[in-house]
């Protein structure tokens, strides 16, 4: 099984909102990943855990703040976002293994979010 | 640094029509390469990869070999269906650092027409 789980899937929501978007994985992966991908455009890498970590922050605006409450579970938290922002929010795991070997990574379906 | 060039789109097909997309590298050391296919309104899925140099992907139909001496991926499939009618983007991860991260091509639209 190669799930990754996405809620919800759509968001609209006013610049002055809190929300959080949710992935979910069962594989056992412990690198979870945060995209955004615009239309018609490929997915643009946000932030990267590894084994509950952050590991990499793509130098994204502090509106989008993630966390990692265990190895199965990823969330966004999102607020005072601008327009520009609305945009495809993808998920994505893989194993991690960390040695020197390059690991596959499994998308979820996404959450199409729209700021107002 | 890495890089993927695919070729632009849309790509317009008839139904069984032979199927070619173009995907070239540039990565030092031996990059895994991948094929992911975006179906309308969706995430991606992983269609094939290939994780050293003459291995040969394949899935549905679908097939691709790495090719380390013209540095290309492409995408190949004998007789394309309706069903078929997506994005398809040309990845490669080379290993750096505490985690490897997925570069994308562009992202090639194909159209299958009845």
């Known amino acids: 099984d190669t799930e990754v789980t996405q809620t919800p899937k759509h968001l609209v929501m006013g610049m002055t909102n809190k929300k959080s978007l949710k992935c979910e994985q069962h594989?056992?992966?412990?690198?979870m990943y945060w995209y955004k991908q615009k239309a018609k455009k490929p997915p643009e890498l946000m932030f990267v855990?590894?084994?509950?970590?952050?590991?990499i922050n793509e130098s994204v605006p502090s509106r989008f703040s993630p966390e990692c409450p265990n190895s199965s579970l990823l969330n966004l938290h999102l607020h005072a976002l601008q327009p520009e922002d609305s945009a495809l929010y993808l998920c994505?795991?893989?194993?991690?293994?960390?040695?020197?070997?390059?690991?596959?990574?499994?998308f979820g379906p996404g959450t199409r979010l729209t700021v107002l | 640094g890495n890089s993927v060039t695919q070729m632009e789109g849309p790509v317009t097909l008839s139904e069984e029509a032979f199927l070619t997309i173009n995907c070239t590298y540039t990565a030092t050391g031996y990059p895994s390469l991948f094929w992911y296919v975006q179906y309308p309104g969706e995430g991606l899925q992983l269609l094939l990869k290939?994780?050293?140099?003459?291995d040969k992907g394949s899935n549905k139909g679908f097939e691709a070999t790495y090719r380390k001496e013209t540095t290309s991926f492409h995408l190949e499939k004998g007789s394309v269906q309706v069903s078929d009618s997506a994005v398809y983007f040309c990845a490669l991860a080379n290993y750096g650092g505490a985690t490897n991260k997925l570069i994308f091509g562009t992202g090639t639209l194909l159209a299958v027409q009845p």
């Open positions: 290939a994780t050293k140099a003459d």
């Open positions: 994505a795991s893989s194993q991690d293994h960390s040695g020197g070997k390059t690991d596959t990574q499994y």
């Open positions: 855990y590894s084994y509950e970590k952050l590991s």
């Open positions: 594989m056992g992966h412990r690198a």
